[in-house]
C-alpha cells in the first residue's frame, strides 16, 4: 500500500490490534520491533571487517525504527518510512548475492537488480490471486526470488543455498502471519502481525548469517 499525496497525514487502520487513530493503538505491534533491533546489535559483532554486512545490520536496526514509527503514528508517510527500509534491505541483498554468491561483476549485478522490478511485476499478480493473502501478497515475490537462488547455488555453493531455502521458509511463515492477522482477528483480537516482526527479524537477521559464513569460508579459502 503505497499511499497518495493526500493520504500522507490520513490515519491508516490495517491490522487487528489498532481500534483507533491513538498514538498507543497497537502496542504489542509496536514492542515486538524490538527484535529488529536487537537481531542488528546481536550479529554486528561478528561482522568486523565486513563492510556490507554492517550495512545490512545497520539496515535491520532501521527497519525496527521505521515500522516502530508506523505502528506508533499509522499514518502515510509514515508507511513510507516503514516500507523503504524493507526494500532497501531487499536490493542490497540482492546486489551482494550476485556479487559474492555468483561472482558477478558490478555491471552485470546492476542489470538483476534493475531486472527485480519486472521479476515482481511478473509474480505479483500470481501470488494476489492466491485467496488470503491480500496485501501480503506484496512480499511474495521475495522468498520466491530467494528459493531460485537456492536452488540454482546448490551444487556450486551447497552451505549458502540451504541457509537461502532456510530463509525463504522462514519468510513465507512470516508473511502468512501478516496475512492471516485480519481473517482471525475476530478469534484472537490481538492479531498475529507481531509475529511478522519477530520471524522477519530473524529471518533477515538469518540471511546476515548466511552471508558472513559465505565471507569466512571464502577468506579462509584464500589463505
Do not use: K
Not at 521505521?66 to 499509522?74: D, K, N, Q, T, Y
Not at 515475490?141 to 525463504?168: D, F, N, W
Not at 513465507?172 to 507481531?194: K, N, Y
Amino acid at each position: 500500500m503505497t499511499p497518495g499525496g493526500g493520504e500522507m497525514f490520513e490515519p491508516i487502520d490495517g491490522y487487528c490490534e489498532r481500534l483507533d487513530p491513538g498514538l498507543w493503538a497497537e502496542p504489542v505491534n509496536f514492542l515486538t520491533n524490538v527484535a529488529f533491533m536487537f537481531a542488528a546489535i546481536w550479529i554486528w559483532p561478528g561482522l568486523r571487517g565486513m563492510i556490507w554486512g554492517q550495512v545490512l545490520a545497520v539496515n535491520l536496526f532501521v527497519i525496527g525504527l521505521g515500522s516502530a514509527l508506523f505502528h506508533s503514528v499509522a499514518q502515510g508517510w509514515a508507511a513510507i518510512a516503514d516500507v523503504v527500509p524493507i526494500l532497501t534491505y531487499v536490493l542490497i541483498y540482492i546486489a551482494l548475492s550476485h556479487r559474492e554468491y555468483w561472482g558477478h561483476s558490478w555491471r552485470r549485478t546492476a542489470v538483476f537488480l534493475v531486472l527485480f522490478v519486472p521479476f515482481v511485476a511478473a509474480t505479483l499478480p500470481l501470488f494476489q490471486m492466491v485467496s488470503g493473502l491480500g496485501s501480503s501478497a506484496t512480499y511474495a515475490p521475495v522468498p520466491l526470488l530467494i528459493l531460485l537462488h537456492a536452488i540454482l547455488l546448490r551444487r556450486q555453493l551447497p552451505q549458502v543455498a540451504r541457509g537461502l531455502a532456510i530463509g525463504a521458509g522462514i519468510l513465507c511463515l512470516s508473511i502468512l502471519m501478516r496475512a492471516i492477522d485480519e481473517p482471525l482477528c475476530h478469534v484472537w483480537p490481538l492479531g498475529t502481525h507481531f509475529m511478522w516482526h519477530i520471524l522477519n527479524a530473524v529471518m533477515l537477521m538469518h540471511m546476515i548469517a548466511v552471508y558472513r559464513a559465505h565471507m569466512l569460508a571464502a577468506t579462509r579459502a584464500e589463505r
